[in-house]
């Protein structure tokens, strides 16, 4: 079935260092892709998205590219700021079938000043 | 409201109890989805709505669980004869269409404490 791995947390960096959060997928077919991050005290809100191999997703400063031959799509930003402290969901949604989205377990980052 | 309402946030109750969690959805979405979140895990697929129909209730995970929708409106998580394992917090998301490539719209959930 399709499942989404991405790396443990917590993460905790200082301010305007480089960030990279990985994930990895397993999917039949070509899935759509996707970071969400939850702001402590508010609900998961979708930060980037990519439908097809070889599309970057970008959004805030972050990144992430589709790469259907490593069936990855790792989060980088290049300065954090401590306003990025948050949880980090890799997720995948299939492109057949009942539409069920598939969440990773999240990664906290923490960025200090 | 301007994003997904869900109720109530916080509910502590005794096991053995049965309780209600409510869901309002973006006005105009069609779908709504149903997730678990335990402690330090990562959001488990409960139940998906289309319409007032459930094409995918596979994650319900007993008959403890069930869940209705009135039309395209509120939905509601009915756990039956809690158990402490049933402790987490139950996320809300809708979308505008049942497809798999649009952005889902999260409410800020509801925390379930069994005792």
């Known amino acids: 079935g399709n499942s989404v791995t991405q790396m443990e947390g917590p993460v905790t960096l200082s301010e305007e260092a480089f960030l990279t959060i990985n994930c990895t997928y397993t999917?039949?077919?070509?899935?759509?892709l996707f970071w969400y991050v939850q702001y402590p005290g508010e609900g998961l809100q979708l930060l980037l998205k990519?439908?097809?191999?070889?599309d970057k997703g970008s959004n805030k400063g972050f990144e992430a590219t589709y790469r259907k031959e490593t069936t990855s799509f790792h989060l980088e930003k290049g300065s954090v700021q401590v306003s990025d402290s948050a949880v980090y969901f890799c997720?995948?949604?299939?492109?057949?079938?009942?539409?069920?989205?598939?969440f990773g377990t999240g990664t906290r980052l923490k960025v200090l000043a | 409201g301007a994003g997904v309402s869900q109720s109530p946030s916080n509910k502590v109750t005794e096991k053995g109890k049965d309780v209600e969690l409510r869901c309002d959805p973006i006005?105009?979405?069609?779908?709504l989805y149903w997730y678990r979140q335990r402690l330090g895990q990562g959001l488990e697929f409960l139940i998906y709505?289309?319409?007032?129909?459930?094409?995918?209730k596979s994650g319900l995970p007993s008959d403890r669980f069930s869940a209705e929708r009135t039309g395209e409106s509120v939905s509601t998580l009915t756990i039956q004869r809690t158990q402490q394992e049933d402790s987490a917090v139950y996320l809300c998301?809708?979308?505008?269409?049942?497809?798999?490539?649009?952005?889902?719209?999260f409410g800020e959930g509801s925390r379930l404490t069994v005792l």
């Open positions: 999917a039949t077919g070509y899935p759509s």
């Open positions: 998301a809708s979308t505008r269409v049942g497809g798999s490539t649009g952005e889902l719209f």
């Open positions: 997720a995948l949604s299939a492109t057949s079938g009942t539409y069920k989205y598939i």
């Open positions: 006005s105009g979405h069609t779908a």
């Open positions: 990519a439908t097809k191999a070889d």
């Open positions: 709505f289309q319409g007032n129909s459930a094409p995918d």
